[in-house]
C-alpha cells in the first residue's frame, strides 16, 4: 500500500502538534499506471512497476475446488482461514479476529465505530489513515511519533512504517496500548509490512482491550488482487466490525487461497529469505547509483536525492515507475524488480537517468 501526497501546509494544533489540512475525497497511492501512461505515454516495453510495496514473487495459485467459485462461502471455510490467519500471525488462539476485502476495507470501516475523538496519526505515513478517521468525523493530528500523543484517545501507527520503514517494540506499543484503555481508547497499529519483520509484531497480545492490529495478505503473498486482510482485536470489536462489514465479506477463493499460503511454512520461511537478499542487492545499487539510502522493509527501499523529480520523470519516461511524496519531494520509494530482466532495466535506466 502507499501514501497519500499533500503539498499544503500543516496548521498549528494544540500541544504543538500539527493538525492535518482537509483532504481529497481520494488519496495517491502507487500502481497508478494509467495515471502514468496519461502522463508519460506508453512504454515500448511494457511498464516496470516499482511504485508499489507488493512482492513481485507471488505465491503460487493453487488449483480449487470448482465449487468454491459457483457457491456462497459457508462458515467453515471462515472458520478453517482464521486458524490459519491466527496461527500464522502467532495470536492467541481466542483472539477476536475477522477478515475483510483486504485491510484497506478495515481502515475505512473502523473508525465509524469508535466515538468520535482525538486521533493521533503517528506520520508521515500511509496516507488512507488519517483521511478516513477525519472522514468519520473525528480530529485527527499527525504526530513525529509516540511521545506526541498525549491526550489522544486514538492512536495509528504503522509498523513498519511505510515508507521508511520506522518500527517500534512490542513492549512499547503494549505499554501504549494498555494506557490508552485504562481511559478507553485504542492503539490501532497496521502491521501490513509485518511479514517481514514478524518478531516486532504485537499478534502474541492480540485480544487484549485496547488494541486492534491490522494486517493485509497481498503484499507479503503478492496476491493483492485477492484482496484479503485480517483485524485482530478483543473479540467485542472484531463482532462489531464482523456486522458492520456484513455476511461474505471475503470471497470463497480468497479464503481458501489464504489458508493455503498461510499453512506453507517452507514457502514463508524461503521467500523470507530471498525478499531480504533482493533488498540488499537494491540497495546496492540505489547506493552505487549516488541515492541515499533511508529506510524501507524487504519489500520496497526508500532512498534520497535531491534530483527526486527530475530522476522519477526519466525513469518514468523508460518505463520504470517509482513512488515519490509531494510532501518529501526528495524522496523516492523502490519497489523490487521482479526478475533479472527488471533488475538490468533498472540498472540501466538509472544509469542513463543519473
Keep these: 500500500m502507499g501514501h497519500r501526497d499533500k503539498a499544503s501546509h500543516h496548521k498549528a494544533g494544540r500541544d504543538g502538534v500539527a ?49 468454491l467459485w459457483t457457491r456462497l462461502p459457508d462458515s467453515e471455510l471462515f472458520e478453517a ?37 482525538r ?11 488519517e483521511r478516513c478517521w477525519r472522514a468519520a468525523g473525528h480530529r485527527v493530528m499527525e504526530t513525529n511519533g509516540l511521545d506526541d500523543t498525549a491526550g489522544a484517545t486514538v492512536v495509528v501507527v504503522t509498523n513498519p512504517n511505510n515508507p521508511d520503514g520506522r518500527l517500534y517494540g512490542p513492549l512499547q506499543l503494549g505499554a501504549l496500548a494498555d494506557r490508552l484503555a485504562a481511559d478507553g ?12 519483520t ?15 492490529i491490522l494486517r493485509s495478505f497481498g503484499k507479503f503473498f503478492g496476491l493483492a488482487g ?41 514457502w514463508i520461511a524461503a521467500m523470507r529469505e530471498t525478499l531480504a537478499t533482493a533488498a540488499g542487492r537494491l540497495d546496492r545499487l540505489l547506493s552505487d547509483s549516488g541515492l541515499t539510502i533511508i529506510g524501507g522493509t524487504a519489500l520496497y527501499r526508500l532512498a534520497e536525492t535531491a534530483q527526486a523529480e527530475a530522476l522519477h520523470a526519466a525513469l518514468a519516461r523508460q518505463g ?17 524488480p521482479p526478475d533479472e530482466a527488471g533488475w538490468e532495466r533498472l540498472a540501466r535506466g538509472l544509469r542513463d537517468s543519473l
Excluded at 515500448?44 to 503460487?60: K, Q, R
Aim: proline share 9%; charged share 15%; glycine share 12%.
Design 19 to 67: 493538525e492535518l489540512p482537509e483532504v481529497p475525497a481520494i488519496a495517491d497511492h502507487g500502481g497508478q499506471i494509467q495515471a502514468a501512461t496519461a502522463a508519460f505515454g506508453e512504454p515500448a516495453e511494457g511498464w516496470l512497476d516499482l511504485s508499489t510495496g507488493i512482492n513481485p514473487l507471488p505465491y503460487p495459485l493453487p488449483t480449487l475446488a470448482p465449487e
Design 81 to 117: 482461514a482464521r486458524r490459519a490467519a491466527l496461527a500464522y500471525y502467532g495470536a492467541p488462539a481466542d483472539a477476536g479476529i475477522v477478515e475483510a476485502a483486504g485491510s484497506q476495507a478495515l481502515i475505512q470501516a473502523l473508525p465509524r465505530l469508535v466515538p468520535r475523538g
Design 119 to 129: 486521533v493521533a496519526v503517528v506520520g508521515f505515513t500511509y496516507a488512507e489513515h
Design 185 to 196: 481508547g485504542l492503539l490501532v497499529v497496521d502491521e501490513a509490512f509485518a511479514d517481514v
Design 198 to 212: 514478524p518478531g516486532h509484531s504485537l499478534a502474541t497480545q492480540a485480544g487484549h482491550p485496547g488494541l486492534v
Design 226 to 266: 485477492l484482496r484479503l486482510g485480517y483485524a485482530l482485536g478483543a473479540p467485542n470489536l472484531a463482532q462489531a466490525l464482523a456486522a458492520h462489514l456484513g455476511p461474505w465479506r471475503v470471497s470463497g477463493p480468497a479464503l481458501a487461497i489464504g489458508r493455503l499460503a498461510m499453512e506453507d511454512g517452507a
Design 320 to 336: 520504470i515507475l517509482l513512488r515519490r511524496f509531494a510532501r518529501r519531494p526528495r524522496w523516492l520509494r523502490f519497489g523490487l
